[in-house]
RNA sequence: GCAUGCGUAGCUCAGCUGGAUAGAGCAUCGGUCUUCGAAACCGAGGGUCGUUGGUUCGAAUCCAACCGCGUGCGCCA
């Protein structure tokens, strides 16, 4: 991932003020010079690489002296010469390092500002972006379908995305694509008919049994039949694939019949239609609430949305001149690609594609969606390429304002097991993702438990079931934060005992950060003292205040490339450089009472700070745990 | 076969879009609890960044080729 999809400035942040700085200082070195592009000036400031280097550093002067036939360092000392009182009376004097690096060290004066002025409910966010619109199309489950871990990703990726645009401002369309429609739910709604199951009373593993026992029926194993006749098997064999063979045939004109039915509005069919969903679509919304992802029925944009708009996408494909005949399909063929995409089967029924066609136009075309995120497994990367193209090639991607808005897919990778395959339980079959987050809320409980049991346990005298409020949040945190710190492009192992180890970069450790300084600040309550002035006067209050202060562009980068991992690493970092903080800076003991108030609003800062990042990725932050 | 993604420490992964000595977590080893929560902190060892070329003052990062693994490839979604 290496596109900038949203880009917001904030000119009052802290790395804005230093290059704007610098950027005035490499103008006035080179008035004399003439022969500079104007992109010859960012001044490329960056977060230093080590701290003994400073806070920030600026990396301009080598590319620049190139250009200019210069030495480096003599080019950085120009610049430097040249800094405005407003970017000198920031910083201590800057050092030229090694090839002509700009080592920044921040006053402690700035760094106390910089905190003052964050610390309002914006924590130095910009959340002025009200102008822009962005549709995220997150979980798409199939009606009749059991939720499994690839859900999970869907789910929780595609809300953390929802919530950071929120966060920044954003107007946010959140779009559950439901497989609900076509084919695939007629076949189940038709067994479970045969069957004569009383549709008003089945269960959502009753719709999983039948939607798996259908797709069996409907499998019509002709080339096998074929292959039993060529090698001369025995009879009964042959027999059986024909009778398998008919029993498909059935089962498929029945679907087709049962779809046509329910395509026409046939009431019984419809009710018991709705009914599959209802089912399904309970369990989805009790997991969503586990997870702590919004999702609602107003969030459905399923396939039976858009069956209306299957015929007219078509037409306009058609008649654009950008579907050709093949076989009896219509196709879409792209410059340079062997690989068309089909729009309509041969039969005149329209496919996946088509659907996915239709909603593009209808998420930037009537919600007005300036950006369309696609939180998908990564095997459809081929599938969405062909639809952008498509939606392009026909002039789709033009909101109501004539502006052009961009689709982007964000692929996600398989959730595997211990064997590098993906994810399945002892007998084969999927993981449930049910099974999946009792088994970690079990284990957030059972950790929790043990730790009140000692009396001088924080939670020591907290009930039974408030305890298992926080074991559940620990639990959970220990899924989502696994799932969410990594690329989300790549695929990886599944491994509780890992991620329920609360060890190390975890989502446990995060809360256990918040834990503590909630507590700190329960306890300053307690015992009246109060916030005041910030002053830094250690490395880790230095430390700690920086990364704070990092929080505003932490986050836009993380909106920009899609990154939610940007998050979690974000968290991770101030939750360690707090827990370094802690240990060596006592807050409410040992220290003379200026020192006490700095540390504790550098406590509250930090709390408020952690809880927003978390809430982001919508993990609980407990004050105890 | 074509396309596409990925190869970084024993294991699991970062690496802020080309910058200084490649960083974490787990595991291993050694230190920290009569003082704000030890789910923590401090320190040590551990790497030819798949291979080979190329571009560049400078490459894990960009380009090419090769090796290995994954995934996808017209009437399923």
């Not at 939607?211 to 002709?222: F, I, S, V």
């Not at 088994?439 to 079931?465: N, Q």
Request: with cysteine; aromatic share 6%.
């Amino acid at each position: 991932m290496s596109q900038t999809h949203a880009r917001t400035s904030r000119p009052d942040d802290l790395a804005s003020q230093l290059e704007a700085g610098f950027r005035t200082a490499i103008i006035a070195a080179l008035a004399e010079c003439t022969s500079v592009a104007a992109a010859q000036i960012d001044p490329l400031i960056k977060a230093a690489a080590n701290p003994i280097f400073g806070d920030f550093q600026a990396n301009f002067a080598m590319s620049l002296a190139k250009t200019l036939g210069k030495n480096p360092r003599e080019v950085a000392q120009m610049v430097i010469d040249c800094a405005p009182a407003s970017l000198l009376e920031l910083c201590d004097p800057f050092e030229i390092a090694g090839p002509g690096f700009v080592n920044i060290r921040l006053r402690p004066e700035t760094i106390a500002t910089a905190l003052a002025q964050m610390d309002n409910p914006s924590l130095g966010v910009s959340n002025a972006n009200h102008t822009h619109t962005v549709a995220v199309d997150l979980c798409g489950v199939n009606v009749a379908k059991q939720m499994h871990v690839g859900h999970l990703r869907a789910t929780i990726i595609g809300d953390t995305i929802a919530r950071l645009f929120e966060r920044l401002g954003w107007r946010v369309h959140r779009q559950n694509h439901l497989g609900d429609w076509g084919l695939p739910i007629a076949m189940t709604l038709a067994a479970l008919r045969r069957a004569k199951v009383d549709i008003a009373r089945v269960t959502l593993d009753d719709l999983n049994a039948a939607y798996r026992n259908a797709q069996a029926q409907g499998r019509d194993d002709e080339a096998g039949l074929a292959a039993a006749h060529a090698t001369g098997v025995g009879a009964h064999r042959i027999a059986e694939l024909e009778a398998q063979h008919e029993g498909a045939a059935a089962a498929i004109a029945d679907a087709h019949d049962t779809l046509r039915r329910l395509q026409s509005g046939e009431r019984g069919v419809v009710a018991d239609w709705q009914k599959l969903i209802d089912v399904t679509m309970h369990e989805v919304y009790e997991t969503a609430q586990v997870l702590g992802v919004d999702l609602k029925p107003e969030h459905n944009r399923g396939e039976s949305f858009f069956r209306d708009r299957l015929a007219p996408t078509v037409d306009a494909f058609v008649k654009a001149n950008l579907a050709v005949r093949d076989a009896g399909a219509l196709v879409v063929r792209f410059d340079g690609r062997e690989r068309p995409l089909l729009i309509q089967k041969s039969d005149g029924t329209s496919l996946y594609a088509t659907t996915d066609l239709a909603a593009a136009r209808y998420r930037v075309q009537d919600l007005g969606a300036e950006l369309v995120v696609y939180c998908v497994d990564a095997r459809q990367r081929d599938h969405f390429k062909d639809v952008f193209d498509a939606v392009k090639l026909i002039g789709w991607t033009v909101r109501p304002d004539h502006s052009q808005a961009s689709l982007v897919h964000v692929p996600f990778g398989a959730v595997l097991g211990a064997d590098k395959r993906p994810l399945k339980t002892r007998s084969g079959e999927n993981f449930t993702l049910k099974a999946l987050l009792d088994e970690a809320i079990a284990r957030g409980r059972r950790e929790v438990h043990a730790r009140a049991a000692s009396p001088d346990a924080p939670t020591a005298s907290l009930s039974p079931s408030e305890l298992d409020a926080i074991g559940r949040a620990v639990g959970i945190a220990a899924i989502k934060y696994a799932d969410l710190s990594s690329d989300v492009g790549r695929d990886y192992v599944f491994d509780l005992d890992r991620m329920v180890s609360f060890e190390g970069d975890t989502g446990p450790y995060a809360q256990y950060a918040h834990a503590r300084l909630a507590g700190i600040l329960a306890k300053a309550t307690a015992l009246g003292a109060t916030s005041g002035a910030i002053v830094i006067a250690t490395p880790q209050e230095r430390a700690l205040a920086l990364n704070l202060l990092r929080y505003g562009s932490a986050i836009e980068d993380a909106a920009a490339q899609l990154a939610p991992n940007r998050i979690a690493a974000f968290i991770f970092e101030l939750a360690n450089t707090f827990n370094a903080f802690y240990q060596a800076c006592p807050v409410l003991r040992g220290s003379d009472e200026a020192t006490r108030a700095s540390r504790l609003h550098l406590c509250d800062l930090t709390r408020k700070v952690l809880a927003d990042a978390l809430s982001i990725m919508a993990i609980e932050a407990p004050s105890r745990m």
